[in-house]
């Protein structure tokens, strides 16, 4: 069966799509033949050149990567795609789809299934259900529309302990590193830690998976041998074990592998010794989770983390030559302005260049995060009195400790301290 995965990125430029490189190496190794493509702001792709490349590959499934901001986008490329080859079938997957409600694939006519859990599992159980033809019966693992309209939920699919079980995106020559400057990789899945604001702790049921040491090893050396040999590491804490990144710091050194590397950790699992090995091993930089340096707003995010820890641990990577990124955010619960305006001036006192991932951005509010389940809680006022049921509120509200105004204000102040005018690299 032809299968087309396409990564849509219509605010920035395209990048590695990583996860849709996952799923499509799990349907290449069950036979299915497989195109993966990414298409940035900047990408020479037309309406026209893809229903040409629709009609000439004529796919039995079309998957999407699907977020907040991109699934307006996807929802008239499946339009397009529906009315070019009426009988694909198309699947959402990421984020966005995999804790959407029921409704939401209601209101999505031209969507055929929802991925609700990990995409190697799921989606070999989605391509079965296409090839059968059987459009009436729960599938595991999604939310699917029936034959009459209907929208069933099939039950839950237990995802692999072991990653090693799936294949490589990499390896299985899924993803070409030389398409692009920087090749994003994944060596673990999921974050233990329960922050409030974030959807992982729903997605990944609290839980930290991952590849082996050799596995990822392979990956980084055939990445950076056939690649630029710069990394992103999209891991959401990379150094969570710090007998497992060392294992792989070291490996890179043993094989004297020329890469730079971004990578984002949890500021108090970095040591001295530590980052000196991210160092010699190719790390240029260090992304940490701030969020808030107000002690009215941190205790609330369940980070279980201070600000001064922080602040060490940027002095640490900074004196050992590693450029960092924090990620702060502003509107968020119990806080005003005057704490949104401390964090910045933390920011700016740490040393940290405000560029990058280290522009603030609003609070955004996705299906899964614990605000967004109960925002009334959390003192979060819509700016609107409905969603449609396939969109989570996102940024479009203001809260009890700051107005819309104000919201734009500390936006404005944060954009006039930028380097690089709040143009942020990775969100």
Known sequence: MNVLLIDLSPFTEAVTPVSLGCVGAALAGSGHDVKVISIGQSSTVSLSGLQRRLEEFQPALVGFGTYQRNLPHIIALARLIKERLPRASIVLGGPQASLMPDEGLAALPDIDFLCRGEGEAVIE??????????????????????????????????????????????????????????????????????????????????????????????????????????????????????????????????????????????????????????????????????????????????????PEEIREAVGLALNAGLDVELFSQFALPNEGLEDAISTLKFVKDCGVKIQGNSNAQQMQLYFGSEICGDSARYGVIPLRESFPPYLSMGTEFETRWMSKREIGEIKEAWRAESLDGGKRVVS
């Open 125 to 306: 159980v989605v391509a079965e259900a296409v090839l059968s033809g059987d459009a009436d019966h729960a599938v595991p693992g999604t939310t699917r529309r029936t034959s009459d309209g209907g929208i069933l939920t099939g039950p839950s699919i237990e995802p692999a302990r072991d990653l090693d079980r799936y294949p490589s995106p990499w390896l299985s020559g899924i993803l070409d590193p030389a398409a692009t400057s920087e090749s994003i990789m994944l060596a673990s899945r999921g974050c233990p830690h329960s922050c409030v604001f974030c959807y992982t702790p729903a997605a990944f049921d609290r839980r930290i998976r991952y590849s082996s040491i050799d596995r990822v090893l392979e990956e980084i050396t055939y990445v950076a041998e056939r690649g630029t040999g710069r990394l992103w590491f999209a891991d959401p804490n990379f150094s969570f074990s710090e007998k497992r990144v060392i294992g792989i710091l070291e490996g890179i050194l043993s094989r004297n592998l020329e890469v730079e590397m971004w990578v984002e950790t949890r500021a108090d699992m970095l040591t001295p010794e530590l980052i000196r090995l991210m160092k010699r091993a190719g790390v240029y930089l260090v992304a940490m989770g701030l969020e808030s340096a107000s002690p009215n707003v941190y205790p609330g995010l369940n980070k279980s983390l201070q």
